[in-house]
């Protein structure tokens, strides 16, 4: 059903005037139209659903066209080309995010909450729309929903004694967290609809050869597992790790508040480390 995931695309790979023209709604729209009702929205919605439904492979301008019912040529009246258009589905898609985290209530609500909402949001998101996990964002084109997501967030972490830095660390490192949880599952919703062969199927076929691999005593700490032990699934791991994760921010943010000396700036100080290291130049 979709391409594997493999990093295929990444943002700003179009002209990024006109993408932030387009997001931020300062680009004039056509005197014309090919088609009454059509604009911008709609045409960033039909690619998403497009890439939603067959993955981002298969998304062109000519198939968004075909979704809509107009001529490829009638898209271009609205967005330049794919590159622009990527950047605004990434930014249409960013709406889950701040739903429950800028709420009139987050005042009330306290940081672990908060993350615990952003990491919640992330991961719906990637499940949602899997084809998110082959763009680069490590260059992100900032709109209007996306710059809100963000702002949100960063809403949870006031009052801490936190550095600028550290916050957008503590954001960075749960992106991360939750990018990596949620890739592992859909490569392995992936790999059973690609090949053909379930999951059953796949361990059957391997069995008779890890017995006899447990029964020879060459792996002792493999043979000593439960049977269960790989029955966690992708939200199971997402709370295990996500706990000791937010309980090791408290500890930084319980430091800060007792002494807001005690500890620099953790992205400061891994930058000066990596500048001192001839590897990293």
């Given at each position: 059903?979709?391409?594997?995931?493999?990093?295929?695309?990444?943002?700003?790979?179009?002209?990024l005037?006109?993408?932030?023209?387009?997001?931020?709604?300062?680009?004039e729209?056509?005197?014309?139209?090919?088609?009454p009702?059509?604009?911008?929205?709609?045409?960033?919605?039909?690619?998403?659903?497009?890439?939603?439904?067959?993955g981002?492979?298969?998304?062109?301008?000519?198939?968004?066209?075909?979704?809509?019912?107009?001529?490829?040529?009638?898209?271009?009246?609205?967005?330049?080309?794919?590159?622009?258009?990527?950047?605004?589905?990434?930014?249409?898609?960013?709406?889950?995010?701040?739903?429950?985290?800028?709420?009139?209530?987050?005042?009330?609500?306290?940081?672990?909450?908060?993350?615990?909402?952003?990491?919640?949001?992330?991961?719906?998101?990637?499940?949602?729309?899997?084809?998110?996990?082959?763009?680069?964002?490590?260059?992100?084109?900032?709109?209007?929903?996306s710059?809100?997501?963000?702002?949100?967030?960063?809403?949870?972490?006031?009052?801490?004694?936190?550095?600028?830095?550290?916050?957008?660390?503590?954001?960075?490192?749960?992106?991360?967290?939750?990018?990596?949880?949620?890739?592992?599952?859909?490569?392995?919703?992936?790999?059973?609809?690609?090949?053909?062969?379930?999951?059953?199927?796949?361990?059957?076929?391997?069995?008779?050869?890890?017995?006899?691999?447990m029964?020879?005593?060459?792996?002792?700490?493999?043979?000593?597992?439960?049977?269960?032990?790989f029955?966690?699934?992708?939200?199971?791991?997402?709370?295990?790790?996500?706990?000791?994760?937010?309980d090791?921010?408290?500890?930084?943010?319980?430091?800060?508040?007792?002494?807001?000396?005690?500890?620099?700036?953790?992205?400061?100080?891994?930058?000066?480390?990596?500048?001192?290291?001839?590897?990293?130049?």
């Amino acid at each position: 059903m979709f391409d594997t995931m493999a990093t295929t695309e990444h943002t700003g790979s179009g002209d990024l005037s006109r993408s932030m023209a387009l997001l931020w709604g300062t680009d004039e729209p056509p005197s014309r139209g090919p088609k009454p009702g059509l604009s911008v929205a709609a045409v960033v919605t039909a690619a998403v659903e497009l890439a939603d439904e067959e993955g981002l492979a298969a998304l062109s301008m000519r198939k968004v066209a075909a979704r809509l019912g107009v001529g490829t040529m009638s898209l271009y009246r609205y967005v330049p080309g794919k590159g622009e258009l990527l950047d605004l589905m990434l930014d249409h898609v960013q709406g889950p995010l701040t739903e429950g985290v800028d709420q009139g209530d987050r005042e009330d609500r306290d940081w672990r909450a908060t993350l615990e909402l952003v990491a919640q949001g992330t991961w719906n998101l990637f499940l949602r729309h899997p084809w998110l996990l082959q763009i680069n964002q490590t260059r992100p084109v900032l709109g209007p929903r996306s710059l809100a997501a963000f702002d949100a967030a960063l809403a949870g972490l006031r009052g801490l004694g936190l550095t600028g830095r550290e916050k957008v660390s503590m954001l960075v490192t749960i992106d991360n967290f939750v990018t990596g949880t949620a890739r592992m599952v859909v490569l392995a919703r992936q790999s059973a609809e690609q090949s053909g062969v379930s999951d059953e199927e796949f361990w059957s076929a391997q069995t008779p050869f890890l017995n006899a691999a447990m029964s020879s005593g060459a792996y002792p700490e493999v043979a000593g597992l439960p049977a269960d032990v790989f029955d966690s699934d992708g939200l199971d791991i997402l709370a295990f790790g996500l706990t000791p994760l937010l309980d090791g921010f408290a500890a930084v943010i319980d430091a800060r508040a007792h002494d807001p000396g005690a500890q620099p700036d953790a992205a400061h100080t891994l930058g000066a480390a990596m500048g001192a290291c001839p590897e990293t130049g």
